[in-house]
Structure formats: structure tokens, C-alpha cells
């Protein structure tokens, strides 16, 4: 599922629809909606102004006066804008088009429907928003709050990197990728980390996480740009999607496991004690 980097993309690329309204919308499949109904959510958008476009963790977030539409991009979800009329090639998985004021179409296509719709007021917004950590890339982002919330957990340092409750918008790939850097075994139990391997893990973090913003994410097979190019962080990759090649660093054969959190976790067993 698209990350930080991936989402921040996406939203960076297609702020020129800030300021523009919601002419009409229509919606394939109501398998993406979470909460919300289809004519709810088309009566909804309708006439509707889009005021701004963030990211929030790893959702586009979408302000419509004192509404949001919160897009969850799944695996296969991207967000884009076309000038002429879709192609059915491309009309096939847009599941959500957004007729705008100026013409172009605003479009959520998702080939597997992983990713979810959410509309919410503004109470809907705040129960959302709270239950998510600290952005990663905000000063809210502390050594202390990172390394408290390690201490209080015998789970891998892994999972709780990855686990939005108390940090967001680091997945697999990124989570694989810091922990290598930092130099820190994936598998650690997080009360046994240490806030010296705390602060290097949130060190690494944020500067992998950074770096990837600047190379427009990570593509392997369906993440597109909001201009729907490829992605560049693929080639700067250390571990994820490397088990078995060589590392590095040091050379040694890279290991995988799924014990950890049933996803693939990649390490060098030398580089990473
Ligand atoms: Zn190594």
C-alpha cells in the first residue's frame, strides 16, 4: 500500500485542483466506501469547492467547506486528472469520477478495490484524526515520545514502527528500510530498543522518508505519481525486496522472514544486531 512518500506525491502533484468545484460525481462500486452511502456521498459532493488537498498518515484528505473526503489508496489506488475524456482502458477501474468546474475530471481508479472512501463532518474528522500518531516529518515527531512508546512494548520494534497508533505513514518497505539504516534488528522487542537505537531509528526515518518525497516514491508494480509516472526510490532500496541478494554494506546475503508481522521482512543478520 502506498506510504508516506507515495501519498505526499500524489497530493503535491494535484494541488492545481484547489479552488476548483464539484461540478458532478459518479461512483462504479460501493465496495471502497467506508461509512457513507453512494447518493449520500455523490449529493455530497456535488457543487462542492475543494479548499485544499493534504496528506494526512497515508490518506489524501480532501476539504469541501466543512466536509472531508478521506482517500485511502489501496495497493492498486492511484488518484488523477484528465483533460479529455477517459479512454476505456482508463474508464475501466476509475471507480470515482469527479466532474470539476473547469471541465477536467478528477479520478480515484483502484484495479483491485483495496483502497477505501471515507466522507466525514467535521466531528467524523476529529474521532479520525485523533486516533492516528504523530506525522513523522512535524516536530510533534519527538526522541522521547518514539522512545516512551518502544519502551512500553514487548512487541517488535518493527511493528511498532509500523503501527499508526503511534507513528504514521511508515509501511513495509520504509519500516525495512530505517531499521536497516539504524542499524537495528527488525525483531528487537521494542522495551529492549534503548534511546540511543530510538533516536537512530526516528533519524533514519525521517531522512529515508524525506528522500523518497524527493524521488516521487517507491513503484514496484501499481504506484503511480499524480502525474501517473513511475516512482524513483525503487533503485535507492538497501533491503526491502532484496532477500538473498548481497547487502550493501558489508555483503553478506540478505534475510527474509514473515515471522515478524506476516509481511516481508528483509535484514542483514550482521549489519543488524
Ligand atoms: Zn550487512
Redesign the pocket.
Known sequence: MPELPEVETIVRDLQHVVGTTIRSAELTHVDILRGVTRPKLLEGLKGRRIDTLTRRAKHAVFTLGDRRLVVQPGMTGSLLVHTKPLTPEEAKYAVLRATLSDGRLLVYRDVRRIGTLLWLDAKGWARYDSALGPEPLEPEWTVEHFAGRLAKSSAAVKKILMDQKHVVGIGNIYANEALFAAKVDPSKPGKKVGIEAAARIREHSIRILEAAIRSQGTTFRDYRTGTGERGNFQLELFVYGREGEP?R????RLSGTHDIDARATVF?H??QT
Open positions: 547487502c554494506v558489508c555483503g553478506t542483514c550482521r549489519c
